[in-house]
């Protein structure tokens, strides 16, 4: 990781305009599933070619975000948890200070040039470019901003631009949502022109169903009882010690994934074991990339053959509500498609004797109908049942993913391809890089897809140091070979 001295030169809070009325709005259930951390996103600006002196002016940042909140006050509202329930709430207030809330906006800069960061990647980005981390304890007592974002100046006239936006407030489209409305006011487009951001929960709530099987469970969710306390207290131990993890950049070309993609398509004779249901016609690239990843993670970890392994993947479900929900709605909509498998399924093998690649290959890809079946099993009433079941939990907190990736035997996938973060230009210039934010430290069991500027993919990959020295030695991984950052 690279070593920067970053000063932090000012911090501007942007609260909505005085003519904003106060208000008190529920978020809805699945907002209130969303992991209670922020969702974390980096820009990387070169210095542009026109006369602009330097990437993403902070004048320009700062004006462009005060006409956003004034779209979207919400994202200047403070949050507040209900300890009984744990469900969140957000209370935007107009006016000034710290009491009315507000959007955190820093000013940093570096007397280092962007040249140090290359070649650009998630784990190369220092956590100052991202400033002082959200405590979420802090941002649910409504403390502390619920979205902080930091521009950073480098020598150069580069500028970096990290995000970091509770995910009770947004996903991965929803932000999209947000930066077309944000770039076309930083580029001075008339004010009829800018694009729509939905924040209004009753979008999505109105869909809730007001009945439901007895006994059904949504098979991406199970609910944890709380533990009763112990009689006595346990005796105080010190910190956990975590194995040594490690994160990647794994970028694909297009060429690449498309081989993937045919060689998924033409494996179809090969998953009628797999007890496949409907009548699926093609498989999406997201679906073999998925599968691809997730066979390549469960081989790395040495799985028994017959142990389980679960996929969770988040799927934006705008488009599979019937009417569809708008596409500018920027509240959460990521709801969980999962499908479980034996690890021999996906190229466990216990014996010595190994098959040869291309049969392996072809038979493990077969898995990707598998997994189109699980997305496609999301159909608007499955997706009503379960907003509505969400609804109903009496204490929120309770409900958690059906899959765990951390140390566990499962992998976690999110792809914000389609949230159109290479397009995000605020009038220097589209980004060199896009991605996840600065992070404090590695993690395991998550990969995050996101589009490549001039086509393919990026894979971020987070695993165990000895399982990511596996993979990146895997027959399978140098098949439809990725470049390692």
């Known amino acids: 990781m690279a070593q920067l001295t970053v000063q932090l030169r000012e911090e501007r809070l942007i609260a909505p305009p005085a003519t904003t009325a106060a208000s008190r ?13 922020p969702v974390q996103q980096m820009f990387v600006f070169e210095r542009p070619s026109s006369n602009e002196e330097a990437a993403i002016p902070i004048d320009r940042v700062h004006a462009a975000l005060v006409q956003l909140v004034t779209r979207v006050p919400v994202l200047a509202g403070r949050l507040a948890l209900d300890p009984g329930t744990g469900r969140l709430r957000v209370a935007v207030d107009a006016g000034v200070g710290q009491e009315a809330g507000g959007l955190l906006l820093r000013d940093a800069a570096t007397d280092a040039t962007l040249a140090t960061l290359r070649p650009y990647r998630t784990a190369g980005f220092p956590v100052a470019l991202r400033g002082d981390p959200m405590i979420p304890a802090a941002v649910h007592a409504g403390t502390a901003p619920a979205v902080v974002i930091q521009r950073t100046g480098f020598a150069c006239g580069g500028a970096t631009l990290a995000i970091m936006a509770h995910h009770a407030l947004v996903d991965g489209p929803g932000l999209g949502a947000l930066y077309r409305l944000w770039t076309a006011i930083a580029q001075g487009r008339p004010a009829d022109t800018w694009p729509l951001a939905l924040a209004d929960r009753d ?3 109105e869909r ?30 010190g910190p956990v010690a975590l194995p040594p993890m490690r994160v990647v950049d794994l970028q694909f070309e297009a060429a690449t994934l498309e081989r993937l993609k045919a060689v998924a398509l033409a494996a179809r004779s090969n998953a009628e074991s797999l007890d496949l249901a409907g009548d699926a016609t093609f498989v999406s690239l997201n679906d073999a990339l998925s599968t691809h990843i997730w066979r390549l993670v469960t081989r790395a970890r040495g799985l028994a053959t017959d142990a389980p392994t679960r996929l969770g993947m988040a799927v934006d479900a705008r488009k599979r509500f019937a009417p569809p929900l708008p596409v500018e709605y920027t509240g959460n909509v990521n709801l969980y498609a999962t499908c479980a498998v034996p690890a021999a399924v996906l190229g466990v093998q216990r014996d010595a004797v190994a098959e040869d690649v291309e049969t392996v290959d072809a038979r493990t890809l077969a898995v990707a109908w598998r997994v189109r079946q699980a997305v496609d099993e999301l159909t608007d009433a ?8 969400l609804a109903t939990m009496p204490v929120i907190t309770s409900v958690q993913p059906s899959f765990q990736g951390f ?25 060199a890089w896009t991605g996840p934010g600065p992070m404090a430290g590695a993690f395991d069991g998550l990969a995050i ?15 165990r140091t000895d399982h990511m020295d596996r993979l990146l030695a895997d027959p399978l991984f140098l098949r439809y070979p990725a470049t390692v950052l």
């Open 449 to 463: 897809f996101n589009a490549r500027p001039g086509g393919g993919y990026t894979v971020v990959l987070g695993l």
């Open 203 to 205: 979008v999505l709530t």
């Open 382 to 389: 499955r997706l009503r049942a379960t907003v509505g079941w």
């Open 407 to 431: 140390l566990g035997a499962d992998l976690a996938i999110t792809n914000w391809a389609q949230a159109g973060l290479n397009d995000a230009d605020f009038g220097t210039g589209l980004p």
């Open 208 to 237: 809730s169903a007001t009945t439901l099987p007895d006994g059904w469970t949504p098979p991406a969710y199970k609910v944890v009882e709380p533990k009763p306390p112990a009689p006595t207290p346990a005796p105080a131990t």
């Open 25 to 37: 709005m529920p978020l809805s259930p699945v907002d209130d599933i969303m992991p209670r951390y």
